[in-house]
């Protein structure tokens, strides 16, 4: 994010858009294994780390082929820029989107403190990498390549030190293989649904006001992250609860979120100008949308909470339905607004989704657990 202050926006911006189309494609991936890993950790399995990876690394292999496929065609369009970054990626993020299961290990061993360390020397070797590679270069490719290296390296490394320091053994869990194929399937539309926006965004506004809309949300983007990750401290606990137990207590934790990003949403439209100041000069334009975003803490807390129950009690029906009627009702908006109104019709869209998601998963929530314990019907 900081390095945005020594290139131009429109390189800025191209760069933003390359890392959108890579993560476009991670629908290639298996993007619910961690949770299914999480989960299975949690209840004993400490041995699918290592299986789970190798099966991740097989089947990512369709995100390579079809990002090779996008260089060739930029290639065969001359442009070249285009064509190296998107073989970088390609040989680079399936290897990453895979070797991360270490994090869901951690947690699920509820190694929370080393979990925390670990991602925090990951942020620092990705944060110096990049501001070295700044002052190397300000080609978008040499960008790209560094990008790739810093997230790759850092993965490459705790992945194998994890399992230095566990000596886990390797086995075959088919329960957790299909389960993390549902959580895949029930996710797929989630890397269109985040990467989308800035897709059509660059393409019919510019890579200029690409940077503008990605600087605006990359604190509250991590604040609203950072939020979601206090809530997933308590989820190897919630697996160990009966569904009676956890309803006693539903609405009060719903609120207590609510009352938290609220604090939180205060305190960040307050200190945003001085943030954009001193961190982000060029980009003082962005203070405004960047305020107005910052109302999705509101929601951040509540969301993973009720999104974590439906996870670990294997609720997979309401999950699929959640996902699929938010999601396809944001791909629209953003179409429709993003194209209308650029940046505000995206920030907009924002926060109409999370609003209707956490009503929607409320009701599923108590539809749900209403079915299974028929004596709550709160």
Known sequence: MFFANFLPKETYGIYTYLLSLAGFFTIFTLSGMNAAVLQAIASGNEGILKSSVKYQIKWNTVMAIVLFGCAGYYFWHNNYTFSVSLIILGATSPLTNALNTYGAFLIGKKKFKLDSLFSSFSILVYSLGMIAAVLISKE???LILAYSLTTLGPNIFFYFKTLRIYNTPETESPETIKYGWQLTFIGFIGPIVGQIDKIILSHFWGPAE?????LARAIPDRIYLYIKELVSVGLPKLAERKIEDINIVFYKRILQGLAIGILVAGLYILASPLLFKYLLPKYSESVYYSQILSL????AAPARYIG???TIKKMVRPVVIVNLIANIFK???YVVLGIWSGI????????????????INITFWKLESSKQ???WRG
């Open 373 to 375: 314990n028929p004596a």
């Open 296 to 299: 999705i803490f509101i929601f």
């Open 344 to 359: 505000m019709g995206l920030i907009i869209t924002e926060l109409i989704f999370q609003a209707a998601g956490l009503g």
């Open 210 to 214: 690409l940077a503008v809309y990605f």
């Open 331 to 333: 791909i629209i908006s």
């Open 140 to 142: 978008v490719w040499w």
């Open 308 to 310: 974590s129950l439906f």
